[in-house]
């Protein structure tokens, strides 16, 4: 169980720490000053998602997200909500790929080069399908976790000796719980949708989504303060975790690159799960196919630039995801009072 639980931990992790989350950009882009609130928040609204959509998907053994969808939304609503979450992994995939590229610049390596090598590698992975990106998960995730935790607790510390005052009538910001949260449920409703079938204990769902709650949560508080102390420079660098380690030896600057990058993989790859497991149904080809098919289509897309993609993207999707946040919430409720009324 706690292997199992364990594991479904880092892919939930690998799908929220892409590309916007661990260069900085995205956390910046929500949260900022008076955000100590916010953060506290989100790690609650999170770990509730998560367990509902895995409990959902447990229930229906689900293979893909639909299912799931049809659960919290309704028929009518379902087909709508399909079309957002295609769109959604399409586009945010085509963000990794274009943040695959733009990371690997930082070690000379030039962008289209960049682009290429993520993209074959994403088709790679696929050939072992849904337990080689588990797999991959468990060995990256931790690695990048271990690796950014420290790099900020040493920022920190030489920064201001970790005074990271919280005041309660200074957090203004904390409407934004609700959006960083919306923003992230499609993927999760997409990847966790995809692995109902494999979950063989309730139990996991616990250590899933209590364990990704607060690892994100803890990460978050720490790296959104090190983004405040760092608050003029980080809107010079189009990643801003580069803001925070310009005075690093340029060995950690290598080191904090490659997982960076690992971490827009592990999310590319989410991404191109949820898409393949949706279109598996229509097209009856392996997924390692199926991937290279959409690469075509996505690579061309990635000359927008990285961190427009975001600006422009991401609150959008926020608010818009905002309803299908409150039926999460709901859901629990609702379904309790169902089963009570039942004989």
Not at 197 to 206: A, D, P, S, V
Not at 250 to 277: D, E, N, P
Request: include cysteine; charge should be neutral; proline fraction near 3%.
């Amino acid at each position: 169980m706690w292997k199992s639980g364990l594991k479904w931990m880092f892919l939930i992790i690998g799908t929220m720490i892409g590309a916007g989350y661990a260069s900085g950009r995205e956390l910046w882009q929500f949260f900022g000053y008076e955000s100590g609130l916010a953060i506290l928040i989100f790690s609650v609204l999170f770990f509730v998602c998560c367990y509902v959509i895995m409990d959902i998907s447990y229930k229906e053994k689900s293979e893909h997200y639909i299912p799931v969808l049809e659960k919290l939304m309704g028929k009518k609503l379902t087909s709508m909500y399909d079309g957002m979450i295609i769109l959604y992994l399409f586009s945010t995939t085509v963000i990794m790929i274009a943040g695959g590229g733009a990371t690997l610049e930082v070690l000379h390596i030039p962008y289209w080069y960049g682009v290429i090598i993520i993209s074959g590698l994403l088709v790679l992975l696929f050939i072992w399908g849904l337990n080689g990106m588990t797999s991959m998960n468990a060995v990256l995730i931790p690695l990048l976790i271990l690796f950014l935790v420290g790099t900020l607790l040493v920022f920190q510390w030489n920064t201001n000796g970790f005074n990271m005052e919280f005041s309660i009538d200074k957090q203004s910001n904390w409407p934004a719980a609700f959006t960083f949260t919306a923003l992230n449920i499609l993927p999760l409703v997409a990847v966790l949708g995809a692995i109902g079938k494999k979950i063989n204990h309730r139990g996991e769902l616990w250590i899933a989504s209590l364990g990704s709650a607060i690892l994100l949560g803890t990460v978050s508080l720490l790296y959104n303060q090190s983004l405040i102390n760092v608050a003029q420079e980080v809107m010079v660098y189009e990643i801003p975790l580069f803001a925070i380690l310009q005075n690093y030896p340029y060995f950690m600057v290598l080191i904090m690159s490659g997982l960076l990058w690992a971490a827009i993989y592990t999310t590319a790859a989410s991404g191109m799960l949820g898409l393949c497991t949706r279109f598996k149904a229509y097209l009856n080809i392996p997924f390692w196919q199926l991937s290279s098919l959409l690469l075509l289509l996505m690579i061309p897309l990635t000359t927008i630039g990285f961190s427009k993609l975001i600006s422009v993207l991401y609150p959008i999707y926020g608010l818009v995801n905002l309803y299908i946040l409150a039926a999460i919430m709901l859901y629990p409720i609702i379904h309790r009072f169902d089963d009570e009324s039942l004989p």
